[in-house]
């Protein structure tokens, strides 16, 4: 049968090049509270991504909260949102006291349908929290001309595209602010990480306080803030990702070749990758049709007979979760509906093996 394979595993530099950065963290017992490496990271990850300014935080859950409370909105508003993602992006929504209002998305990339948007807003709206989904970019053209007509603020949840491109545009210029996860499964990772891209110096500081007790001194503390830094081990192993994050994608390009050259001989199996942008190869998510002879559970259970581990990504929707159910206004979700019951993402890692790519292929082909 052979060894386990997994949808994921965590990129890590060479053992020795980490040891050898975090040594100094012994003689100056600095090891959090915004430190050398801390302030190092955040330099470099603003050239990298080509943004103005951006906060490192513990997680990428607590970027996506703090960047939503940031901007103050009153307790009961209503963020339009998508249901197709990770529980966090909802979560947030919720935690801030503000109401999700769940809009569909498009079939060809899982990214929320600006065509849906529109007929859900309200005089209780503030804002619109797209996800690039994947690493698929939203359609941030069209939804930035409905936040303009209706005075929203857009706050991307940018998990999913850490590095991604838009016509040579850092992707998290787009939007009021844009929020990244470093978790150990990301493409990126610091281990536990996140990070909130702000447009602007004054927004960073909010993003300053809120994360850091609203402290501004020895004495002074002068807002009500949590406790989201990120540590400096974390910052460390961020940097030395950082370095190779080019290798990074460059293998993981590798497999999804293989996964795009397979799956086209295959009929019912569709990548749901959008090709058209400088992409990441984070993931990588199939359409499982009706077409293809088996559903999606039933596939999914074949992988993991042959001890191959992939992904419901995302099942249930959001919106569907126990927490959730008949808590919020339904929306007619029918396409997240669909694509909730049809898509696996596959395994995808720099050390993803010939070998184990190939197991992976014909279990997809073993009708």
């Known amino acids: 049968m052979g060894k386990p394979i997994y949808v994921t595993k965590s990129s890590m ?15 100056t017992h600095w090891l959090t509270n915004m430190g050398k490496w801390h302030q190092k990271l955040e330099q470099k990850l603003s050239e990298y ?12 859950h607590m970027a996506l909260e703090l960047a939503i409370q940031s901007f103050q909105f009153p307790e009961g508003a209503e963020v339009i949102t998508t249901p197709f993602t990770f529980i966090s992006t909802t979560h947030a929504i919720v935690r801030n006291k503000l109401v999700p209002v769940f809009c569909d998305v498009k079939e060809s990339d899982g990214t929320i349908d600006p065509d849906k948007i529109e007929s859900l807003i309200t005089d209780k709206t503030v804002a619109i929290l797209p996800v690039h989904v994947y690493g698929n970019v939203c359609d941030v053209e069209s939804i930035k001309q409905i936040a303009d007509k209706y005075d929203l603020k857009i706050i991307y949840d940018a998990a999913h595209a850490f590095g991604v491109r838009h016509k040579d545009i850092g992707i998290g210029n787009y ?5 990244f996860s470093f978790h150990a499964t990301k493409v990126f990772n610091t281990i536990e990480g996140g990070a909130v891209v702000c447009k602007n110096h004054e927004l960073y500081e909010k993003m300053y306080n809120l994360k850091n007790f609203g402290i501004r001194g020895e004495e002074e503390v002068s807002y009500i803030g949590a ?5 400096e081990f974390c910052a460390v192993m961020g940097l030395c990702n950082l ?4 290798e990074t994608f460059a293998a993981r390009k590798r497999v999804y070749e293989r996964y795009n050259n397979a799956i086209a001989e295959i009929d019912g199996i569709v990548s749901l990758i959008n090709k058209g942008e400088e992409m990441n190869y ?3 998510p199939v359409l499982v049709e009706d077409s293809y002879g088996c559903s999606r559970d039933e596939l999914y259970n074949r992988f993991k007979k042959q001890e191959i581990y992939v992904r419901k990504y995302f099942y249930p929707l959001t919106m ?10 339904k929306s007619c979700v029918e396409v997240a509906n669909y694509l909730a019951d049809r898509v696996l993402a596959l395994p995808i890692y720099e050390e993803l093996e010939d070998a184990d790519i190939k197991r992976v292929i014909e279990v997809i082909r073993s009708q």
């Open 243 to 246: 370095k190779r994050v080019g």
């Open 282 to 284: 984070s993931y990588y």
């Open 175 to 179: 939007g009021d602010v844009s929020v």
């Open 13 to 27: 530099p060479p053992y020795e090049e980490y040891i050898e950065v975090i040594k100094p963290l012994w003689e």
């Open 49 to 60: 991504l080509d943004v103005p300014e951006i906060s490192l935080l513990v997680n990428g």
């Open 227 to 231: 406790n989201a830094k990120m540590n």
């Open 320 to 329: 569907d979760c126990d927490c959730y159910r008949d808590r919020y206004k």
